[in-house]
């Protein structure tokens, strides 16, 4: 295909000198050649391997559980099981960023008690001299299951007859959508498998369909999809004389790591050391943990450091997925095409304990939208799968491929380009959204503009079979706590200390922010990321917040230094620090032109004129900003084989600024990727036991770069007032429209709405032959 | 005086009413004048053992989450929302 247009165009409104800028990453030389160090990297005098027996059934009651063969291995030191992990009250807390844990299903996620919840739910784990003597010491273990039958899809997990994946599980619905709760052993009441159900409303929805000439209403299902991350969980653990603990794993936050580890092993927080190592790929997924408390649990028990990796198989069997979800939306709009009501009701599956995405899919549904009646409700429930955990957008890719499959219905039937209707409806500041809130300031208007004008959004579609479509996605993004320390070398450099975990590029894009203020080039900024005794608490890398509030932190770090900068040369010159400025790295007198110090020769005179110069800063900086993105794909359908193809993709996002846009860039790229691969490969293949039947990469399908076209990206700039250089967060959005702008495109390609993923070859020809009314 | 947008889940207590006029200028004179008037609200929105908001639940003030909850400030035009916190992936 031949280029008419310049690919990848960053829409620039403001320009700097380092922000904005595309230097090599700090950290990228070490990853290409193995230098640098991952969570199983680790080596230590004296290391055990801990390996771990799960669950083969999906739901199961432990009758009888004996270690004591295992424990007579040779070479075995210790074994485990989840009553050497403390089980705190069953009440949530707040982990910041949105986050929140209840540790009582925490504890009983990382190790099973009394009932085996999903396949491959922890049972015991073992820590011998070397894996293979694990490996052995994990047959001798005598576990007798009374196997029951397995709850493994929400509707049937709904039914007042189901069976009940918790007894005595409570349903928490109240505003306070908190995993849910345990009955009090008193209560009468039978548990549920609802943990959680909550709405929201705006305006009247009955009149709003009144007022509507044309209504569309579309049901779609998802299945549970993998992160699909390449480096496995692990996790290090040894404890010192003193009682103090260090960890070793990658995480996306390892503030979590230890807080969670503490708790679990039921020692104070400070007694508790996570040290990061560089992360082979989160998605959300390492927001939370496995390894960590089970190394630390046969550590404590061996006296002796343990190490604990997860195969491939186990990721997939016993880390979180994202959520199967039933979803309905139903839309009003006039003839012209104004949106006059919105009613949508979202189910998703929490996995074994509760706490699905939900609140993010029924809060983002509507959220690209000015929609003046809605109703909105959402429904948690527990079944004997994985526990889920977050991926980019937890919740809005599910919620956007029935909304924006609605929307494409909508415009059809109402003759309406499709991306001129979402510009008669598109929020801008100040909508109220249908969850209460006014919008703040957002770029969803220049977006839709911009996909517009693309040429791609006009070329011809040449070939067969062959079809366009567009959606649109909405993601809040996130903020919280993080902290900065930022230390002038006597060259002239500066080592900047953070507490974020660097998962896709924020060593860069939070050192050109410091480069920026100090007026200094980006390479004599050295990043480093702290462990928890060397930084302020920094809260999890998560919800694109990296760039905007550690962003911040070392924004304000460096302002530190700015101010000692000018006290040190108004000290040097003998004149009053007012008659002093710094401007592009250089101090100097505001009349006296003769009186200039460069940032580095100031920082050689830094000790004799008052002591090291140390910058730092603790924030907690509100209004990250929303971001959107809308997607335009063109497929190629197969129709024999029901194969699709995506022969062409852009995507166009507001990015508020490109720190560094060559890593936005791969944001986008990446959750695009992601984004095909959930809608036309990816699913946990479940029997009716509830085993899944693909757990390797062989038979979990995942795009790769043969499958796909060049994503070309299109970065809009609509600044966000909440920060100095405008920043929104970026990783996750990008992942919301694929689903929807692909499903949109099948449609436009061969006339058939799909309306559950995967859209895979089968999936194709069993829709076409229903179109066709052909013979199977 | 601040509106406070009364979750669905909670106009039992209100009486239906969607949105009410509390007098104050921080989310915790907030939460504490709301129970004066709805008995009950606060023990929805108050967790007494951290001194903080419920956990998951984040509070919305003029369109922006809050980062100080209790402690932020309000406005007398000010526009307070009581919302699901979302965690990002």
Known sequence: ?776 | MAEVWIPPQMQDITGGLERVQVPGATVRQLVNNIDQQFPGLKALLYDDEEDDIMPGLAVIVDGEASQLGLLERVAETSEVHFLPAIGGG
């Open chain 1, 1 to 776: 295909m031949t280029l008419d247009y310049k690919p990848n165009l960053v829409l620039s409104t403001q320009e700097f000198n380092v922000v904005g800028t595309r230097p090599v990453r700090p950290d990228g030389a070490d990853k290409v050649t193995g230098k640098a160090r991952y969570s199983a990297d680790i080596t230590l005098p004296g290391l055990l391997q801990g390996k771990v027996l799960r669950s083969p059934h999906a739901h199961a009651r432990i009758k009888k559980l004996d270690v004591s063969r295992a424990a007579a291995y040779p070479g075995v030191r210790a074994v485990v099981t989840g009553y050497d992990f403390q089980e705190p009250a069953g009440r949530a807390s707040d982990l910041t960023e949105g986050a929140m844990v209840n540790y009582k299903f925490l504890s009983n996620n990382v190790m099973a008690k009394d009932k085996a919840l999903y396949k491959g739910h922890a049972i015991a784990a073992v820590a011998a001299a070397n894996a293979h003597a694990a490996e052995q010491a994990l047959n001798l273990i005598d576990v007798e299951y009374e196997v029951l039958p397995p709850v493994l899809h929400a509707k049937e997990a709904m039914q007042d007859d189901s069976a009940l994946v918790h007894e005595r599980l409570a349903a928490m619905s109240t505003a306070a959508i908190r995993a849910g709760g345990i009955l009090d052993d008193d209560d009468p009441r039978r548990g549920t498998n609802i943990a959680n159900h909550f709405e929201f409303r705006l305006g009247d929805l009955e009149q709003g369909f009144n007022d509507a000439d044309i209504i569309v209403e579309n049901e779609t299902s998802t299945v549970a999809v993998h992160q699909g991350y390449i480096e496995p969980h692990s996790g290090t653990a040894m404890w010192h004389e003193d009682g103090a603990l260090t960890v070793w794993s990658s995480s996306q936050g390892h503030f979590t790591v230890r807080d969670y580890t503490a708790r679990l092993m039921g020692v104070p927080v400070s007694s508790v050391k996570a040290i990061p190592m560089e992360i082979g790929g989160g998605f959300g997924a390492k927001l939370t943990m496995y390894c960590e408390p089970v190394a630390a649990a046969l550590a404590r028990k061996s006296g002796a450091p343990v190490k604990v990796t997860m195969n491939r198989t186990e990721v997939f069997e016993a880390t979180g997925p994202t959520s199967g979800t039933e979803i309905t939306v139903k839309l009003g709009a006039t003839k012209d095409g104004r949106l006059t009501a919105a009613e949508c009701h979202l189910v998703f599956e929490a996995g074994a304990f509760p706490g699905s995405p939900v609140p993010g899919g029924a809060q983002c549904i509507t959220g690209a939208y000015d929609i003046p009646n809605a109703y909105i409700e959402g429904y948690d429930i527990v079944v004997n799968r994985p526990k889920t955990a977050a991926y980019r957008a937890p919740g809005s890719p599910a919620a956007a491929f029935c909304f924006e499959t609605a929307m494409d219905e909508l415009a059809e039937k109402l003759g309406l380009d499709p991306i001129d209707l979402r510009l008669l409806n598109s929020s801008r500041e100040g909508t109220r959204r249908a969850t209460g809130p006014l919008m703040p300031k957002v770029g969803f208007i220049e977006v839709l503009e911009a996909a517009k004008a693309h040429p791609h959004y006009t070329a011809p579609k040449d070939g067969k079979a062959r079809g366009r479509g567009v959606a649109s996605g909405f993601w809040g993004n996130n903020t919280g706590p993080s902290a900065a320390v930022a230390t002038v070398t006597p060259d002239g450099c500066v080592n900047l200390a953070e507490g974020s975990p660097d998962i896709g590029g924020t060593r860069a894009s939070v050192s050109q922010q410091l480069a920026e203020v100090l007026g200094i080039p980006i390479e004599d900024v050295h990043p480093q990321i702290m462990d928890t005794d060397s930084i302020g608490f920094t809260s999890n890398t998560g919800g694109s917040g990296v760039t905007f509030k550690t962003g911040i932190a070392a924004y304000t770090a460096a302002h530190d230094i700015r101010q000692q900068m000018i006290e040190r040369a108004a000290k040097i010159w003998d004149v009053d620090v007012a008659d002093v400025t710094y401007e592009d790295g250089v101090v100097q007198h505001k009349s006296d032109t003769e009186l200039r110090l460069t940032f580095k020769q100031l920082a050689a005179r830094q000790v004799p004129t008052g002591g090291p110069i140390v910058g730092s800063a603790g924030v907690n900086p509100p209004g990250a900003g929303p971001a959107i993105a809308t997607h335009i794909v063109d497929v190629e359908v197969d129709v024999d084989t029901g194969k699709v193809e995506v022969v062409r993709y852009t995507a166009l996002q507001d990015a508020g600024k490109a720190i560094h846009p060559s890593y936005v860039e791969g944001q986008i790229q990446g959750g695009v990727v992601q984004g095909i691969g959930w809608a036309l490969n990816e699913e946990y293949f479940v029997n009716d036991a509830g085993q899944m039947m693909n757990s390797s990469f062989l038979d979990y399908r995942m795009p790769v770069s043969l499958d796909l076209p060049m994503i070309d990206t299109v970065v809009v700039e609509v600044a966000n007032p909440n920060h100095p250089y405008g920043v929104r967060g970026v990783g996750e959005v990008c992942i919301v429209p694929p689903m929807a702008a692909i499903a949109n495109a099948i449609y436009d390609a061969i006339g058939v709405r799909l309306t559950s993923l995967p859209m895979n070859p089968g999936a194709v020809l069993e829709a076409l032959w229903e179109k066709n009314g052909a013979d199977k």
